[in-house]
């Protein structure tokens, strides 16, 4: 598989999406991804909420936010509330 380059955006932090080669640029205070069509990152996959998780930006640091407590959220493997 051929991996993305990664595009240094001095304004804006990139989020890049593997899978498609795709990036997306991280340019609100909360950026969301989940299964529906009107989140910033829709993604499918069974199991995962309308909202599923969160980069919120805060004092120029971003945080992982979980919004729901059903559907879990691993980062590197381990279960994850927020995250610095």
């Known amino acids: 598989m051929t991996r993305p380059a990664a595009v240094m ?5 990139v989020l890049l999406e593997l ?9 609100n205070n909360t950026f969301v ?4 069509p009107a989140v910033d990152l ?3 996959g069974a199991g995962l909420a309308n909202k599923q998780f969160a ?3 805060k004092g120029g640091e971003h945080f992982l936010q979980v919004n ?3 559907a879990p959220t691993k980062l590197n493997g381990s279960l994850v509330e927020k995250v610095k």
Request: some cysteine; overall charge negative.
């Open 42 to 44: 829709p993604i499918a």
């Open 55 to 57: 980069i919120v930006t």
């Open 19 to 27: 899978d498609a080669a795709e990036q997306h640029t991280i340019c």
């Open 9 to 13: 955006n001095k304004d804006y932090p």
């Open 68 to 70: 729901v407590s059903y």
């Open 33 to 36: 991804v989940g299964s529906s």
